[in-house]
């Protein structure tokens, strides 16, 4: 990677509302309003990392669009490629937990704009005209048959172009089963040269068993990590397997760790030889302010860490210290920099103190 890559984001963005001060949906009688969405909140990453970043979506041309928009344009995503139509911005409503009360989240976004529109109102070859990486994750095609179209549309764009893909799988069980999840990944992963591939996401969503998908003893099951990239290297053609892997005693303390797998034909990292070849972070031991769209900033640092032309070892450290600093952080937006996310990295989680 030359380091100046444009890297295109595909989804949706919505408006978020939280009720405050820690409090239920049904005590609350008024709520924080933000906005974000997986691929939204990746651009936005990378954007105030310092890279070129581009966002692509449907959005409503009325005054909630247009906030939307203004919550990633603000802080230098190129959001022109949006196509602005429909009726209606999907919401939905985030509940901060407790201890051993999880947090919540009910969604709104059933008859959103990116809901009912078509495949066809994306011109691909025009969208992606100068991009250089396409990220989309699984929250994309189960929004609706027509997006999973669109989502097939756009790689095979890239395929023709020479573009690199990255898929966060990123399965959510309110939005489809998880059957219907593996039949579209099976048709879309193909296509993507780097899959992102969490612990919650490997056996709903990809339908891989050598792992259990853990959340209280994932990093016991390192290794069962190893094997399950190994196997959608070899069942997909992907170059790169990418998770995140915890262990989660409560909402506000658990443990991260990062792993980076390289398949035999990658050619993506800097100065990577034809290797079988994986690497893993250090654990960190968070507590944490807010457990949102972690996921989201570890993709985030990792296309920034590709982009700039990290080593294997540097790139999954960098990428794990932005996911846990996003645990510091309210909302969905990871607004940390590089110099912050590679101090973080260079502390292993070993502490901190006041920047003077």
């Known amino acids: 990677m030359t380091g100046n890559e444009l890297v295109l984001t595909f989804g949706e963005i919505m408006m ?3 009720p405050k001060d820690h409090l239920r949906i049904e005590q609350a009688t008024e709520f924080d309003v933000r906005y974000g969405g997986a691929e939204a909140n990746a651009a936005l990453s990378l954007a105030y ?4 970043a581009a966002y692509v979506s449907v959005v409503p041309a009325n005054r909630l669009g247009d906030c939307a928009l203004r919550s990633l344009s603000t802080w230098g995503v190129d959001t022109s490629r949006v ?3 429909g009726d209606r911005l999907g919401s939905y409503v985030f509940e901060v937990g407790a201890s051993v009360r999880g947090n919540g989240c009910v969604y709104d976004r059933k008859y959103s704009a990116i809901n009912l529109a078509r495949r066809d109102v994306f011109d691909w070859d ?3 005209d100068g991009v250089g990486i396409f990220y989309f994750s699984g929250v994309t095609p189960a929004i609706s048959e027509e997006m999973a179209l669109a989502c097939a549309d756009a790689l095979a764009t890239c395929r023709e172009r020479g573009i690199v893909t990255a898929c966060d799988v990123n399965y959510r069980g309110k939005m489809w089963t998880p059957e219907r999840s593996q039949e579209v ?5 193909p296509m993507v040269d780097i899959v992102i591939a969490n612990d919650e996401d490997a056996p709903a969503g990809l339908g891989i068993d050598c792992v259990s998908g853990s959340l209280e003893n994932g990093i016991a099951e390192r290794d069962d990590y190893v094997e399950m990239a190994r196997r959608l290297c070899a069942e997909s053609g992907c170059k790169q397997v990418l998770s995140v892997i915890r262990d989660i005693a409560s909402v506000e303390d658990s443990r991260w760790m990062g792993m980076l797998y390289s398949a035999a034909n990658d050619d993506l990292l800097a100065g990577a030889q034809p290797i079988d070849e994986h690497w893993f972070s250090p654990v960190y031991g968070m507590h944490v302010l807010e457990g949102v769209a972690a996921g989201d900033a570890f993709s985030g640092a990792y296309l920034h860490a590709l982009v700039n032309g990290f080593a294997p070892q540097d790139a999954i ?3 794990i210290a932005g996911s846990v600093l996003k645990l510091t952080i309210r909302g969905d937006s990871n607004l940390v920099t590089e110099p912050e996310i590679r101090a973080v990295a260079a502390s292993a989680g070993g502490g901190t103190r006041v920047a003077r």
């Open 16 to 18: 978020r509302l939280s």
């Open 49 to 52: 990392q310092g890279d070129r």
């Open 83 to 85: 196509v602005r139509d």
């Open 126 to 128: 025009r969208i992606l």
């Open 185 to 189: 990944m099976r048709q879309l992963l």
């Open 317 to 319: 450290d960098y990428a």
